[in-house]
């Protein structure tokens, strides 16, 4: 199972980014896609999630600015972001929670980050 996130870059404060990641391979049952991110000598952090179920969950930091959507045929997951605030500069991270063809056992999946960065 690989996923690849693209979209990331330099901005200026009060600007937009749309984060996308595909996952591919040989996953079989995904039970949510999401975005982490972690900032310089911070942990990781969730930034949004969307389950196969249709919900959504948003860190309060993001909430309003930041919206999570997912295209479950194409196995891909976005992120818009707007109102990007300097505070926001981090790498972030593609994750999901699923299961790989074959078996029955839920794993988490990571992509490779992808560097964001606000300038104020």
């Known amino acids: 199972v690989q996923l690849q996130a693209s979209g990331g870059g330099l901005v200026q404060a009060g600007g937009s980014l749309r984060l996308s990641c595909a996952a591919s391979?040989?996953?079989?049952?995904?039970?949510?896609m999401g975005w982490y991110r972690q900032a310089p000598g911070k942990q990781r952090e969730l930034v949004a999630i969307?389950?196969?179920?249709?919900?959504?969950n948003y860190a309060d930091s993001v909430k309003g600015r930041f919206t999570i959507s997912r295209d479950n045929a194409m196995k891909t997951v976005y992120l818009l972001m707007n109102s990007l605030k300097p505070e926001d500069t981090a790498v972030y991270y593609c994750h999901t929670h699923a299961s790989a063809r074959g078996t029955s056992h839920l794993t988490n999946y990571w992509g490779q980050g992808t560097l964001v960065t606000v300038s104020s």
């Open positions: 969307a389950t196969s179920g249709g919900s959504s």
């Open positions: 391979g040989s996953i079989d049952v995904i039970i949510s």
